[in-house]
């Protein structure tokens, strides 16, 4: 008696579970999809930016002349953030708006970084790629949107491992992976959709709760902002942004930057007044060489007025768990055999998602679980493990 009672309970919260998160699962994998190979997508697409051809040991231009030229053409705004190209540091891009804070009106300029032409400016705020983005970060909603899906997120843990108990049980007259062709549609469905919820299961869990961590980016970063950069730039509270005509050079600052931290590369710069900066400092994040290190950043701080080093403080380890699984949400770690890998298993989580809602739909046909070897519930839901959708900001970045 007991133990068909913890059965029946374990069944009420697969099922409300997963019915409850599964149309918010289904737009994740789909809009997950096409994140998952963006870079070649936006090749095809013909909105990367592309540098001309030069020598490889061409002379690269001064950073202070590439903001300078970058300014130019918006001069009514300010520079925000500038960051080379992840894959090619021979392109600058730089982020300039009206204001300092964080806010959705910003213009981007793609800056050769020899000659210090500009060679685009993009729009990153239009197009199917940022459509797709902002449906799979945050729904167009911001922050709320984005602790929403987290919210969604962990049903769908819950989904999975109240799947992993129920499978048990289900599968103990069945030779595993069995699917039974020459049974109703449903069952062959309970089937597939058990086979292919156990089979992915692990990735399941891995891409779940790294998308999950992910819509806590903005919180994690505010924290963190409030309990160890507050007490660093103590005593600069109060002042106001450094004007744009009192700041030293950026490109001195940068040098200042990498001797703190020799060894790492530029990731990018966060201007004065910014969300990841003081209004009194360039803060420069560098990152490692290694596949590991490189997706760990090092921030230092950099006086605006002085270019001289404040602080180079160490990130916390939660925003360090931040970053690890932001690539690993995405398949980011492997080259394309991984993404290939990611992609098939977000297509098998679609399956899994949409057998166990027409599962459910099905429910009040004469068919019911009880035929089924080993369930004697009638009307629980699709016993197996629900898989998770293939990512969630990618920001910059989910």
């Known amino acids: 008696m007991q133990s068909a009672r913890a059965l029946k309970t374990w069944s009420w919260l697969h099922k409300w579970s997963s019915l409850v998160c599964t149309v918010f699962m289904l737009l994740l994998c789909i809009t997950g999809l096409p994140l998952i190979f963006h870079h070649e997508i936006e090749h095809l697409l013909g909105t990367e930016v592309e540098p001309p051809a030069m020598a490889a040991d061409a002379p690269r231009a001064s950073l202070d002349r590439v903001l300078d030229v970058a300014r130019s053409r918006h001069p009514d705004r300010l520079v925000q953030f500038a960051s080379p190209d992840e894959d090619d540091d021979r392109v600058w891009f730089v982020t300039l708006t009206h204001t300092p804070e964080p806010t959705d009106d910003f213009r981007s300029v793609a800056v050769d970084a020899r000659s210090a032409e500009v060679l685009a400016q993009p729009r990153f705020d239009e197009g199917f790629m940022y459509v797709m983005f902002k449906l799979h970060v945050d729904l167009f909603a911001g922050l709320p949107g984005k602790l929403f899906l987290g919210l969604m997120g962990l049903l769908l843990l819950v989904a ?3 799947g992993v108990v129920l499978y048990a049980p289900f599968m103990r007259k069945l030779p595993f992976g069995e699917v039974r062709h020459d049974r109703s549609p449903r069952v062959k469905w309970l089937d597939l959709h058990n086979l292919l919820g156990i089979v992915t299961l692990v990735w399941a869990l891995v891409v779940g709760a790294t998308g999950m961590i992910n819509t806590w980016a903005d919180l994690l970063i505010k ?12 005593p600069y509270q109060g002042r106001p942004v450094v004007p744009q005509a009192e700041r030293a050079s950026v490109q001195r600052a940068l040098e200042a930057a990498k001797a703190r931290a020799p060894g790492m590369k530029l990731s990018f710069i966060a201007f004065p007044g910014t969300a990841f900066s003081s209004p009194h400092h360039y803060t420069f994040f560098l990152r490692g060489e290694e596949p590991l290190t490189s997706r760990l950043l090092q921030p230092v701080l950099v006086d605006a007025r002085t270019a001289q080093v404040t602080a180079a403080p160490h990130m916390p380890w939660y925003l360090d768990a931040l970053l690890v699984s932001q690539p690993l949400h995405f398949g980011d770690y492997g080259g394309m055999p991984m993404q290939i890998l990611w992609a098939l298993l977000d297509i098998a989580t679609i399956v899994v998602l949409g057998s166990g809602l027409y599962l459910w739909l099905k429910r009040k046909q004469p068919r019911s679980l009880a035929e089924v070897p080993g369930v004697t519930l009638s ?4 016993p197996g493990a629900a898989a998770v959708p293939a990512g969630a900001a990618r920001q910059g970045a989910t």
């Open 160 to 162: 999975i491992v109240t």
């Open 223 to 234: 924290y963190w902002q409030h309990d160890q950069l507050s007490a660093l730039l103590a």
């Open 379 to 382: 009307d629980a839901s699709a």
